[in-house]
């Protein structure tokens, strides 16, 4: 089974965007690969042209690592 963050890439990678972020806010709720997670929300956000909330969580990604 898959894992939120990894659900949240294969929605991403469809061009699901609102549902990859769904799935990147439960991965970072339980903690799961909080890097990756932020980092494809951001990504998803970019997408969707919600740039400061994709900054938001690029800013954070780069804190982590």
């Given at each position: 089974m898959l894992g939120a963050s990894a659900l949240?890439?294969?929605?991403?990678?469809?061009?699901?965007?609102a549902k990859a972020i769904v799935y990147f806010?439960?991965?970072l709720?339980?903690?799961?690969?909080?890097?990756?997670?932020?980092?494809?929300?951001?990504?998803?956000?970019l997408?969707?042209?919600d740039i400061e909330k994709a900054e938001e969580c690029f800013n954070k990604a780069?804190?982590?690592d």
């Open positions: 949240g890439w294969e929605a991403k990678n469809k061009g699901e965007f806010d439960k991965a709720h339980y903690r799961q690969k909080p890097y990756f997670s932020l980092h494809g929300k951001g990504e998803c956000l997408l969707l042209r780069i804190q982590i």
